[in-house]
């Protein structure tokens, strides 16, 4: 029988907290949406130029953690 494993968004890689996240920049809010495969869809208001959606992702995360 063919078994498949869903591999979750979120998991501890030995001491290490993993998160897989499917980033997506300039939305209109910054949001935390629901999981797709094995990402969890979040939204940033950020534009996706000099890392600046990258940076804001970060503070979304810290301040929502």
Known sequence: ANTV???PFIF???ET???NVLGKP???QDAIGKPK???LKV???A???ADKATDHMVD???TNL
Do not use: D
Request: charged share 20%; proline share 4%; glycine share 8%.
């Open 43 to 45: 939204r940033v208001t």
């Open 17 to 19: 907290l993993v998160l």
């Open 26 to 28: 300039s939305s209109k």
């Open 5 to 7: 494993t869903k591999q």
């Open 47 to 49: 534009v996706p130029r």
């Open 37 to 39: 495969g094995h990402q």
């Open 12 to 14: 501890w890689e030995g």
């Open 60 to 62: 979304f995360w810290q």
